[in-house]
């Protein structure tokens, strides 16, 4: 490495191949503990969510064109979205109810429009300019909405680990001291740690069920599922996009403060925002969750300070080439319930917070009247619905419900457009400061 880890822009030339190699494969491990959880907390196969995320970031890469080093692995945002299909009345052509498992392609299906929502978004910035797009998603809008994303997920934390005390307590400890008291890598893979040592803790109690793993092959095709279309589906995932988009551009920002460089600008928003749009729509198609760029692999930039993309590309090609080991995907399956319960009690709290953060940062005042109206309605709607089964009327013979979450999205945009007072104004240079474009 360069004398006093001076920024590496060209790791081949700079480092060599083998070098370049290691780091790629150390951005996997970043990314894994996170990116795995989501499908085993909805039901989703890792080895497809596995699949989705290298081919994602490959993806995101190309249309970014190899200027943006991130990763795109799976999204927390839309796990509320996933829960609120699964209480769905959908039955199938017989009349029969579907089950949990049966309802996910429909889930992905609301996945596919969410991703289109970012192209669209993306369009929009390149065809009337960002700032007049931003006004209808400002942070009192957006703030709320994730910090509800957060609140309606906290009771299937409790109830996961409520399954196993002492293997939630672990992980959570585990978690908490990693993340306050752990140095370099290990301070940015704390939910990874969490759940290794947890794991091992259940194996030592005897609490990890090997059956399937000793069933599954060595070598296969990451069992793909086709997307399916629902309204009601459709209606509750999409508006979780207005959400991840802030999300999204804040990511890009801080990869962009990182490696010193104006993202936004070049090679700009609308690149990012179609890359992280389409690669989400491909993987809802095929049966994946929605992806968005990890801010533990930004953590690893930061460290390492090696700021080539092909370090991302690398630890893209390897996931990929996990995606098609079974058994591996077994071992991740046979991870305890309440494991998952203690990860996701940390978790789901810190979606919550970093709605409080968007809301702070942005020196939201909730003394007016019309910002404290806004956050009031987004807050009890999404979760008073939520706890109701959330809205179902019919057009036609189309039964559409309207879950909480999409319920709140709605009167939040539309009171921000209607109420007098919108002078929020998108500021990029709250985003990318003084770095200059290259």
């Keep these: 490495m360069a004398n006093k880890q001076e920024a590496v822009y060209d790791a081949v030339k700079t480092l060599g191949a083998p070098k370049t190699l290691v780091l790629g494969i150390q951005h996997v491990f970043a990314m894994f503990g996170a990116t795995v959880l989501v499908p085993i907390i909805t039901g989703l196969s890792v080895q497809v969510t596995l699949f989705c995320a290298g081919i994602g970031t490959l993806l995101f890469h190309f249309l970014t064109k190899r ?144 059956t399937a793993v000793a069933q599954a092959g060595f070598v296969g095709l990451p069992p793909f599922v086709l997307a399916k279309f629902d309204v009601s589906a459709i209606i509750i995932m999409v508006p979780i996009a207005l959400a991840t988009m802030m999300e999204h551009i804040g990511d890009i920002a801080a990869i962009g403060a990182t490696c010193e460089r104006n993202f936004l600008a070049n090679p700009g928003l609308h690149r990012t925002l179609l890359g992280d749009g389409l690669a989400t729509s491909l993987a ?68 919550s917070a970093i709605g409080v953060r968007n809301v702070v940062e942005n020196q939201v005042d909730l003394t007016e009247s019309r910002n404290l109206l806004i956050a009031a309605v987004i807050l009890v709607s999404g979760l008073g619905f939520n706890s109701v089964g959330g809205i179902t009327f019919h057009i036609g013979g189309a039964a559409i419900t309207l879950s909480g979450l999409a319920i709140a999205a709605i009167l939040g945009i539309l009171m921000n457009a209607i109420l007098p007072g919108n002078d929020y104004v998108f500021n990029e240079e709250e985003y990318v400061g003084d770095i200059a474009v290259p």
């Design 67 to 210: 200027k943006v080093p991130a990763f795109l692995g799976s999204s927390f945002a839309f796990l509320g979205g996933f829960a609120a299909v699964k209480a769905l009345p959908l039955t199938n052509s017989a009349g029969v109810a579907l089950t949990e498992a049966e309802k996910l392609p429909y889930a992905c299906g609301g996945i596919v429009l969410a991703g289109l929502v970012y192209v669209v978004l993306a369009a929009l910035i390149k065809g009337f300019g960002i700032k007049r797009v931003m006004r209808f998603f400002p942070p009192i809008v957006t703030g709320p909405i994730i910090i509800l994303i957060g609140l309606i997920l906290a009771p299937s934390a409790i109830s996961n680990a409520a399954t196993n005390w002492l293997l939630a307590a672990v992980a959570i400890l585990v978690i908490v001291i990693f993340n306050i008291w752990g140095k370099g890598m290990l301070k940015i893979v704390p939910i990874l740690m969490g759940i290794v040592i947890s794991y091992i803790v259940a194996l030592v109690t005897g609490k990890v069920d090997f």
């Design 284 to 351: 809802g198609l095929v049966g994946g969750p929605a992806n968005t760029t990890y801010g533990e692999n930004t953590g690893v930039l930061a460290l390492t300070k090696v700021y080539d993309p092909i370090v991302m590309e690398i630890a893209a090609v390897v996931a990929v080439l996990l995606s098609f080991i079974p058994k591996f995907g077994e071992v991740v399956n046979s991870i305890p319930t309440a494991i998952i319960g203690g990860v996701s009690f940390i978790l789901y709290g810190s979606i």
